[in-house]
């Protein structure tokens, strides 16, 4: 999680030294408005991306490990699965965050 949130800094550092220098610019008033637009269309999506990330992180942390602790499945299987639930937890399984 250290490195996650180290890389996300990073990324959130980047946006704005390359935004600054925009700042710098007199813009007309329209443009000032475009900009301050898409600058909250672009937070929504980072809050609502981290949103999602830390919601699938806590499923996955209390709900997923639960139910594949009871689910044996080799990486390298290729074996089909025989029923719904069967192909959802191998899925989750074989798909699921570290």
């Known amino acids: 999680m250290k490195n996650n949130l180290h890389k996300i800094l990073l990324a959130v550092m980047t946006v704005f030294y390359t935004a600054i220098p925009s700042y710098a610019?007199?813009?007309?008033?329209?443009?000032n408005v475009i900009a301050t637009k898409f600058g909250l269309a672009m937070g929504g999506v980072?809050?609502?991306?981290?949103?999602?990330y830390i919601g699938?992180?806590?499923?996955?942390?209390?709900?997923?490990?639960?139910?594949?602790?009871?689910f044996n499945l080799r990486k390298d299987?290729?074996?089909t699965p025989t029923?719904?639930?069967?192909?959802?937890?191998?899925?989750?399984?074989?798909?699921?965050?570290?």
């Open 46 to 52: 980072v809050a609502f991306s981290l949103i999602l």
């Open 77 to 79: 299987s290729l074996r």
């Open 83 to 98: 029923d719904k639930d069967e192909a959802v937890m191998m899925y989750i399984a074989k798909n699921r965050l570290r």
């Open 25 to 31: 610019v007199k813009l007309t008033p329209e443009a």
């Open 56 to 70: 699938l992180s806590i499923y996955n942390k209390f709900f997923v490990d639960e139910q594949i602790k009871d």
